[in-house]
């Protein structure tokens, strides 16, 4: 959502704010060295660049100048196939939210966070939420299967009802017989599959609605004007 965010421009840099008719410098307020996009602050800014150099993820080396969208795919790249260690290819996306916060830490209350301590903030916070997912993902299972049992069970009683019906329908109506054999019923998997999917909806919702809480109040304010 965070990436969302980003790519639909929707974060309070100065350059978004400028084209939003703001009257704010566009120079970025951490370097000084260039104006302040949001793929400036993500990646080209010197905070961005040590944060990314530390944690060993190889640099974009494309055009000049690269587009936010071929930085983010350039990572995705690296967390599907990249030279890291899993751990670290696993937490770019909390890296990228982690650059965000400190630009945001430096701008609005001064604070310089030492950047190992910055990586190793992404590195628990990808493990607390790999934690949580296994968590609800077996507390899911649990329910999938409790649903399944107790479905079958109905279906069970269902089909025997039916068949109980069909063979007195039978004795009395044996030209027209075959016609139900074709209709199929919706099986147990096909709920738990849709219990699974709003579960995980569910919870990629609660991760993100938890990760808006500790956003800085002017992004959340720009966001919801855009
Ligand atoms: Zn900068």
Not at 32 to 46: G, Q, R, Y
Not at 87 to 102: G, S, V
Not at 119 to 136: C, F, G, P, S, T
Request: hydrophobic residues 40%; aromatic residues 6%.
């Amino acid at each position: 959502m965070f990436l969302w965010r980003a790519l639909s421009g929707a974060l309070a840099v100065a350059e978004c704010l400028c084209s939003h008719g703001m009257n704010v410098p566009l120079i970025c307020p951490v370097c000084k060295n260039d104006a302040e996009s949001i793929s400036h602050v993500l990646f080209e800014c010197s905070m961005a660049s040590q944060v990314w150099r530390t944690a060993r993820v190889p640099a974009l080396n494309g055009r000049l100048r690269n587009s936010l969208e071929d930085y983010i795919e350039h990572l995705f790249g690296i967390i599907e196939a990249g030279p890291l260690c899993g751990n670290y290819r696993q937490a770019i996306p909390w890296i990228i939210w982690c650059i965000w916060k400190q630009r945001n830490e430096k701008v609005y209350a001064a604070t310089d966070n030492i950047v190992d301590i910055l990586i190793a903030q992404a590195l628990e916070d990808v493990e607390e939420w790999r934690k949580l997912n296994e968590e609800d993902h077996q507390e899911m299972m649990r329910d999938c299967r409790v649903r399944d049992e107790s479905m079958a069970s109905k279906e069970d009683e269902a089909m025997q009802s039916k068949d109980d019906n069909e063979d007195q329908r039978k004795q009395l109506e044996p030209e027209q017989q075959g016609h139900e054999d074709l209709h199929i019923s919706p099986g147990s998997i096909t709920r738990s599959k849709q219990v699974k999917l709003q579960t995980t909806l569910q919870h990629l919702l609660n991760t993100i609605q938890g990760s808006l809480v500790c956003a800085n109040p002017t992004t959340l304010v720009v966001i919801q004007a855009t």
